[in-house]
T-cell receptor
Framework: EADIYQTPRYLVIGTGKKITLECSQT?????MYWYQQDPGMELHLIHY???????EKGDLSSESTVSRIRTEHFPLTLESARPSHTSQYLC???????????????FGPGTRLTVL | AQKITQTQPGMFVQEKEAVTLDCTYD???????LFWYKQPSSGEMIFLIY??????QNATEGRYSLNFQKARKSANLVISASQLGDSAMYFC??????????????FGSGTQLTVLP
């Protein structure tokens, strides 16, 4: 059973606002990920982290930024929200099990963001 | 080229019957993992089953089994004895790369399964 949390679950906000989407996990996983998903579509990786102070951009270009100051916490920030940022944002984490390990990604419940 | 292809945008199945959701993948990496996730209308992604490229046997988890045909690069999900609660979007995903890489997941476009009473 995965213990990964995201807040808020739903957010409606006006254009130009700064927002931070929170993601926390209590499993001690080193690796964490942010995905963006439009309704009914596939997930696209926008950020990932190997561990504390390690962050990388994913395949899908995003104007958001992330930080990883603590193992359990991986927040995503949009400095100036726009309607094009309207989407669902899913956070995930996985263990680093070493060679041959099955590093299943466990997902949080997601944040549905609407920018007006 | 698509790395993960799910050719069935929507599927219907009668309650208590079995259903197969198709997934084909494309990779030149000898080491990879294949995953299936379920996404109900509430939005969360629920891990269902995993198959490693070197696994000799098809994976099974309760009512879920994975029909892994390596030569054909297919990893179909079989759900036996469908239940109304199985109605959801199902995503196939692949993780390429050896240890030390980011080991990102690449997702297919999903199949919307509807279980009929």
């Amino acid at each position: 059973e995965a213990d990964i949390y995201q807040t808020p679950r739903y957010l409606v906000i006006g254009t130009g606002k700064k927002i931070t989407l929170e993601c926390s996990q209590t499993m001690g996983h080193d690796k964490m990920y942010w995905y963006q998903q439009d309704p009914g579509m596939e997930l696209h990786l926008i950020h990932y982290s190997y561990g504390v102070n390690s962050t990388e951009k994913g395949d899908l270009s995003s104007e958001s930024t992330v930080s990883r100051i603590r193992t359990e916490h991986f927040p995503l920030t949009l400095e100036s929200a726009r309607p094009s940022h309207t989407s669902q944002y899913l956070c995930a984490s996985s263990p680093d099990l070493g060679t041959g390990g099955r590093d299943t990604q466990y997902f949080g419940p997601g944040t549905r963001l609407t920018v007006l | 080229a698509q790395k993960i292809t799910q050719t069935q945008p929507g599927m219907f199945v009668q309650e208590k019957e079995a259903v197969t959701l198709d997934c084909t993948y494309d990779t030149s990496d000898p080491s990879y993992g294949l995953f299936w996730y379920k996404q109900p209308s509430s939005g969360e992604m629920i891990f269902l089953i995993y198959q490693g490229s070197y696994d000799q046997q098809n994976a099974t988890e309760g009512r879920y089994s994975l029909n892994f045909q390596k030569a054909r690069k297919s990893a179909n999900l079989v759900i036996s004895a469908s239940q109304l609660g199985d109605s959801a979007m199902y995503f196939c995903a692949m993780r390429e790369g050896r240890m030390g890489s980011a080991r990102q997941l690449t997702f297919g476009s999903g199949t919307q399964l509807t279980v009929l009473p």
